[in-house]
Every structure is written in C-alpha cells, then in structure tokens.
C-alpha cells in the first residue's frame, strides 16, 4: 500500500462524474423511512433510496455554489495527498463549500470530487480540472478511471456473491477469488456477522504480501 501511495507521487484519486442538478439547487432534507413525515413537507417531492427518505422543498432554491464552484459528483471515498488533506481542513472557501452542501442530497458524494476537480477556482496546483478530466472519462469510459476503492453494485460486471445491503454488495467468501486480484486500494464492504471467513481471509492475504510470504 505505501509502495503504491508512493508511486502516485503526491496525486490524488477519485472517482468523476457530472454533477446531478437535482442534488444541489433546493434545499434538502431527509428522514429515516418509515419516521412520521414532518409536518412542514409538503407537496410530493419526495422519494426513498436506502432506508432513507428524502425531501426536496421547491420553495427554497439553494444560491449558486460559493466561489463559483463547479459541483461534480464521486464517490465518498477517496485517496488524498497530504497537502490536499491539509488544505481541505484549513481553507475558507472549501469550509463554505461544506456547509454550502450540508442541505443537499448526499453531500458526502459532492465534496472530495468538487474539491479535487476545481482547480481554476481553488489554485491549488495538485489538483485537476473537471471538465478536461470527464472528456477523457467519457473518451476511456470502458477502463477503470479511479483506484481507491472496490465496490460491486447490481450493473457491475462482476456479480456480487455475497448478499446485498442497500444496494451494494456484502462480499462474501466466493467474491474473493475475483477481489484478489482487484487494483483498487481498498474493498467495501464486509460484515463481520456474515461470512467473516471472507474478511480474516483477506486479513491473512494482505498480510503475505507484506511479509512477501
């Protein structure tokens, strides 16, 4: 792992994808499914993913993203460089950003990719710029364009073997065979109450490796 890190020569990685409107521009707020509706909710704007229910109000448009911001959308997991990572916590308009997204839909998918792929608005030089990125995306979208994590969901060519929990796979002892041999850093998800076998198995793999046993 630290091998690979530093190989990547103080880049980051992140999956890219274009911003989804509905996301960001009204306010947002959510509720656990099957909680009682908040009285203030009105209209049907609302819809469930997750064991989630969401609601977006109309009637509160949500102003432009601070700093002319451009908001793109990723993964919530990411690798960051150090100076990336200390730059996020000490920077006013990236703390804007946050609060600026705390009312959207899953904001957590919204931050690391706006953040790594705004590099005209934020100057800082480690970072890449969006829309030049997604070209090259849309260009190569049938190779692997991000390394941080491994993840199966339903339209994944690999299948999932193990069981799902809101709509990403549990891996299981038969999805090893294929994660093995996987490039991403890191695997979502295992439970430690189904297959465990599956998890120390890993566990013990990493572990050769390291020892070069």
């Given at each position: ?6 190989r990547l020569?103080?880049s ?44 977006i ?23 960051l460089?150090?100076?990336v ?25 919204s ?17 890449m710029?969006g ?7 849309d ?56 297959e ?18």
């Amino acid at each position: 792992m630290v091998q690979i890190l530093q190989r990547l020569n103080g880049s980051s990685d992140a999956e890219l994808k274009e911003g989804q409107s509905f996301r960001y521009t009204h306010h947002v707020e959510w509720i656990t499914t099957g909680s009682a509706i908040p009285s203030t909710w009105k209209g049907d704007k609302t819809f469930e993913q997750f064991g989630v229910t969401f609601y977006i109000d109309l009637s509160k448009p949500k102003p432009p993203p601070p700093g002319g911001l451009i908001i793109y959308k990723g993964s919530f997991a990411a690798t960051l460089s150090r100076s990336v990572a200390e730059f996020i916590i000490q920077n006013q308009l990236v703390k804007d950003l946050i609060e600026w997204l705390s009312d959207t839909f899953v904001p957590d998918e919204s931050l690391w990719t706006t953040v790594l792929f705004n590099k005209d608005v934020l100057k800082l030089p480690s970072l890449m710029d969006g829309k030049s990125c997604l070209a090259q995306v849309d260009k190569e979208k049938y190779a692997e364009q991000w390394i941080s994590r491994y993840q199966l969901w339903p339209d994944s060519a690999v299948k999932c073997k193990g069981k799902w929990v809101h709509g990403s796979c549990v891996l299981g002892v038969k999805d090893l065979p294929h994660l093995r041999s996987a490039p991403q850093l890191f695997a979502h998800k295992f439970y430690l109450d189904f297959e465990p076998a599956a998890f120390f198995c890993m566990l013990q793999l990493i572990k050769n490796r390291t020892e070069g046993t």
